[in-house]
């Protein structure tokens, strides 16, 4: 058992010539100094050693429908436990969550539990699944790792909510772990990803690959679109046919609506029509599970079969309210579907 303290040692790092700290588990790759913390905050030198202040220590716990995280094609209709820590690895103007992804008073405060502790609760409450989510799980990963081995011990199901920016030193250590995945694609352009998230697109796009081509972990990818910055047809074309081409028709592509938050405020809310018209254009193009997100929908929410167009899965917010599927076949013409399915 991994006992909580202030300070765990953290791995992917190693030491520079001019004594500073190497962090290489995302590409930022800090340089950090004696006493100086990463861009994420929870990753500190002390002592010339990298010590991780997650670890032990969720800022935020609670049980969800597994469609909030959203993933529509991972035992659809089952609860998870759901927990973050604080921090983050990007810098997203836009953040949804950023009471807890930009806090640091909240991580001193929050209550220390143990990857055992954190089962025993997922088990006490009946849910079949973990998530690491709320803020960036990459950056609390040996904690992660952790909570995922002991989950899989008890015969519980782990799954990442991220932004996708880890190295590929890194990658393989999580993700063999992780049963499922949701992967937040921002925006399809470099120059959205460097001003609005102060990162890079090319190490998300590599992340998919390697879930898709080395990997057998079940993932979706979700994309919020921002009025005015990443939400126009021929953005969403080229993400919708970059899907195609690298990662095949079959990876469910939730679109989801932005609502004003942190340094967004002046931003208006994404219409609704915006979101319906990226779905109609990802299924012209040739996906095949395209979903709607942070808005009332009628069709956006429910899973169609790609061969009869029977509606096999019928979804009301996050909840599911029909599924004709057998064995992860539909019911009426036995086409199998993409996903894993109880």
């Given amino acids: 058992m991994q006992t909580p303290t202030a300070n765990h040692l953290a791995r992917w790092w190693n030491t520079l010539p001019d004594g500073r700290i190497h962090c290489y588990l995302c590409p930022r790759h800090c340089h950090i100094g004696e006493g100086q913390h990463g861009f994420c905050y929870i990753r500190q030198n002390v002592s010339g050693e990298l010590v991780q202040l997650g670890y032990g220590r969720p ?3 609670a049980i969800d429908p597994i469609e909030k995280k959203p993933l529509f094609h991972f035992h659809p209709g089952s609860s998870i436990l759901s927990l973050g820590t604080a921090g983050c690895n990007l810098g997203c103007q836009f953040c949804q969550n950023f009471d807890i992804s930009k806090a640091r008073s909240v991580q001193q405060s929050s209550r220390r539990m143990t990857p055992e502790e954190i089962v025993d609760l997922a088990i006490a409450h009946g849910t079949p ?3 690491f989510t709320y803020n960036e799980p990459t950056i ?3 904690f992660v790792i952790d909570i995922a081995q002991a989950a899989h011990e008890a015969g ?3 799954v990442m909510v991220s932004n996708g920016y880890i190295t590929r030193e890194a990658f393989f250590d999580v993700y063999k772990h992780i049963d499922a995945a949701n992967i937040d694609l921002k925006g399809f352009t470099e120059s959205f990803y460097s001003k609005i998230t102060l990162s890079h697109l090319a190490p998300v796009l590599d992340v998919l690959r390697w879930l898709r081509r080395e990997s057998s972990v079940w993932f979706e990818i979700t994309n919020l679109l921002i009025p005015g910055l990443n939400d126009s047809p021929a953005e969403t074309a080229e993400l919708c046919d970059w899907i ?4 095949g028709d079959d990876v469910p592509l939730h679109f989801t609506a932005f609502h004003p938050d942190f340094k967004m405020m002046d931003r ?4 609704p029509e915006t979101i319906h018209r990226a779905r109609q254009l990802a299924l012209a193009r040739g996906l095949k599970y395209v979903y709607e997100g942070n808005i009332i929908t009628r069709e956006g929410g429910n899973t169609t079969c790609p061969n009869c167009r029977r509606t096999i899965i019928q979804r009301s917010w996050h909840r599911v309210e029909a599924c004709e599927l057998e064995q992860g076949r539909c019911v009426h013409c036995k086409t199998e579907i993409a996903g894993r399915f109880a």
Avoid: V
């Fill in 59 to 61: 800022a935020a716990l």
């Fill in 129 to 131: 699944s973990i998530a």
């Fill in 140 to 142: 609390w990963a040996e």
């Fill in 156 to 158: 519980l199901k782990t």
């Fill in 244 to 247: 195609l081409s690298d990662l």
């Fill in 268 to 271: 208006e809310p994404t219409p």
